[in-house]
């Protein structure tokens, strides 16, 4: 009998969707438009496409999904009415914040608001309590008043409720009072506990990391709930129904509901893990993976095969405390819009985007704004009878005459050359983004390989390599799904914190291994009731690290092994070493503090086989096309050979310039460069030049 494994990504232009039947290894893709308004009606579409071949629901055995529900909640600030629960006195922590204007731009702009906090101060209540530093109540929780403050939220019509009291990370008692207390009060309320959402030290990054998953909770459970409903319609029956998350492994869809933030790069986080798994097999460890769809650009690096991963960062201007893979985004997609600046009268490309709907101009459906899929177009890149295998037409005629009347003539260029014009503008602010992941912190590019992917990673990545000196790119064989393909490969994985300050030479190794053993017994507790058995769990330990007096720690994997005087030592040594490749200096004489402990659970899901192909002479005789591309530099057209990917075999080869077109994709090969096709299929481009 056939099982199948179904991965969806909802991106802003369309769904990507994957099928893999386990038991002939044979992989289908799909991308259908985006759905804005209800992104489930596209999965369902998706899926219909399967079950439209004979397949049966009850046949997949598989589920899982990358979401951009709970990100746009926070993007386009449309989460619920939410309250919030404070120690007495404490108020003022949520809205002053860091107290400091973030790096880069904002620095230097006179008219810098910071964002408004998503719960006002008529809105927050404070709890008669507190719990000192070191765990003991110095005084205890009144029932009678947390009621009294619950029901002022109540009447003020709060739909969700963040509770983050002082030092719960260390006794969470109140906290559980004040819960009990809001589930009789207000049985509907969504409740999120900074004890169970973040129970790590720094209160408001723990608060903040609460409020925002007080505030998306509800909409991202109502979706989810809305989802499963609509898969069992279709006779779906699996109970592997997962939801990827910002670490880089999927939940569970009902941990997913209660912990919606840990969710917020949920889409981005599939394509990272995909791009580990595809370069590992075709032989590179060094990557940076780069994904350019409809409305962003996501760069990540991976060193040694392992991705960067970071524990705080911001969403929308928001700080969220919560393992992340590291991941750059910049608003630079093939929906983003170029236009005049009204003041100035320059050429600027983003940040806004054109989105699913109604999308570039050449889409035809109503959009008046011109992007970067528009600019593509005109200079040749795209096919306008090829997007999704013929599926999708672009009307190259509407596209020109907008380009030319908005941009071009005000300009006094030609259509072709403000095309151009928007491309390497682009390209700068993608370019840009690589760099802040790499060069920025300590990093030679020449040591990587771009893993370029996304409906419009592979057309752009090429030039962007030359530019940076990147010595290849490597192209998946569907590079227009492969975030989803991630969700084939990613584990279900689970976080877990305990922050306890000490200096690190006076920490004793037993009473160490003592907290990773706490931390450990729940990872495996709460793998085997989602049906890991023991050889199936994997966990990794890590600590939070920093020189005495620091503001900010390094997280520094710790071996599974016992605790000693001399690992401690060994780990000091490697803190010492990160620090300087990271900051450019270390301090072997300072003293360092553990801060915080770390362990991540992870329930193995059996690996997706990649398949590998033999080379078959027969396919190195290409016939190609011709189309004609406009060359900026030289400032005119010429004809470019254009091949199928289908066409091209493990042994394949094409000197550029080139374009090779498939039906999630299209690929460009840059003068300069070489392309070889590999054992599974991967296309592999060279700078001839590369030094």
Request: aromatic share 8%; glycine share 10%; proline share 6%.
């Amino acid at each position: 009998m056939d099982q199948y494994r179904v991965t969806v990504d909802t991106g802003g232009t369309f769904t990507d969707m994957a099928f893999f039947n386990d038991r002939t290894g044979e992989l289908d893709v799909t991308k259908v438009p985006s759905t804005p308004d209800d992104p489930s009606k596209a999965i369902l579409a998706g899926l219909q496409s399967l079950l439209a071949r004979g397949v049966s629901a009850k046949d997949v055995t598989f589920f899982s999904h990358g979401t951009t529900v709970g990100t746009n909640a926070l993007l386009e600030e449309k989460g619920v009415r939410t309250g919030l629960l404070v120690t007495e006195g404490f108020a003022g922590i949520y809205p002053v914040g860091e107290q400091a204007r973030p790096y880069g731009p904002p620095v230097f702009d006179v008219l810098y608001e910071k964002p408004k906090p998503f719960v006002r101060r008529w809105r927050t209540e404070e709890i008669p309590e507190r719990v000192g530093y070191d765990g003991n109540v110095i005084k205890a929780l009144e029932p009678a008043l947390a009621v009294e403050a619950v029901r002022a939220l109540k009447a003020k019509g709060v739909e969700s409720i963040a509770v983050c009291l002082l030092f719960s990370f260390l006794n969470p008692a109140h906290e559980q009072i004040i819960k009990a207390i809001i589930q009789k009060e207000m049985p509907d309320c969504a409740i999120s506990l900074s004890s169970e959402v973040l129970p790590q030290i720094r209160e408001y990054y723990r608060l903040s990391t609460t409020v925002i998953n007080a505030y998306i909770q509800p909409i991202l459970k109502r979706y989810i709930e809305t989802l499963h409903k609509k898969l069992c319609k279709t006779g779906l029956t699996t109970k592997q129904l997962y939801i990827m998350q910002s670490n880089g492994g999927v939940t569970t869809f009902q941990t997913a509901a209660q912990r919606s933030a840990t969710t917020v790069l949920s889409g981005p986080a599939g394509g990272v893990i995909a791009s580990i798994g595809i370069a590992k097999e075709a032989g590179f460890q060094d990557i940076i993976a780069f994904d350019m769809g409809g409305t962003s650009c996501d760069v990540s690096l991976v060193k040694d095969g392992a991705p960067s991963m970071q524990f705080r960062g911001k969403i929308n201007g928001r700080d969220i405390a919560l393992p992340m893979i590291d991941i750059h985004t910049v608003s630079a997609g093939g929906g983003t819009i170029a236009r005049l600046d009204p003041l100035l009268g320059s050429l600027e490309v983003g940040p806004q985007s054109a989105g699913a709907v109604p999308g570039p101009v050449c889409y035809d459906l109503g959009g008046e704004n011109l992007t970067v899929t528009d600019a593509d177009l005109i200079i040749g890149f795209l096919n306008p009878r090829s997007l999704l295998g013929g599926e999708m037409k672009l009307n190259r005629e509407r596209a020109y005459t907008a380009l030319k009347e908005k941009i071009a003539a005000p300009l006094g260029l030609t259509a072709e050359e403000a095309a151009d014009g928007i491309i390497r503008i682009i390209n700068v602010k993608m370019e840009e983004a690589i760099k802040a992941v790499s060069t920025m912190r300590g990093f030679d590019l020449r040591d990587f390989t771009l893993i370029a992917f996304g409906g419009a990673g592979p057309v752009h990545a090429g030039k962007l390599a030359q530019d940076l000196g990147i010595p290849r790119v490597l192209i998946p064989p569907f590079p227009g799904i492969t975030s989803a393909m991630g969700l084939l490969m990613a584990d279900v994985k689970h976080d877990y914190v305990r922050s306890k300050l000490g200096a690190l030479r006076d920490t004793d190794p037993d009473e160490a291994q003592a907290i990773f053993d706490s931390l450990e017994d729940f990872a495996r507790t709460d793998l085997a009731e989602e049906g890991f058995s023991e050889e199936m769990i994997r966990l990794e330990r890590f600590l939070d690290l920093r020189y005495e007096g620091q503001g900010y720690e390094l997280t520094m994997p710790v071996p599974m092994v016992a605790l000693s005087r001399d690992s401690l030592s060994r780990l000091r040594k490697d803190f010492d070493v990160a620090h300087k490749q990271l900051f450019g200096h270390e301090a072997p004489g300072q003293g360092v503090e553990i801060v915080t402990y770390r362990l991540a659970g992870y329930g193995l899901v059996p690996r997706v086989p990649f398949a590998t192909y033999e080379t078959d002479s027969g396919q190195l005789e290409l016939s190609p096309g011709f189309r004609r591309i406009y060359s900026g530099d030289e400032k005119r057209f010429h004809d470019c050979p254009v091949y199928q990917r289908e066409s091209l075999g493990p042994g394949s080869t094409l000197k550029g310039p080139a374009i090779v077109e498939q039906m999630d994709s299209t690929t460009v090969i840059y003068p300069g460069q070489t392309m070889r096709v590999d054992s599974y299929k991967n296309m592999i481009l060279e700078n001839s030049s590369r030094g």
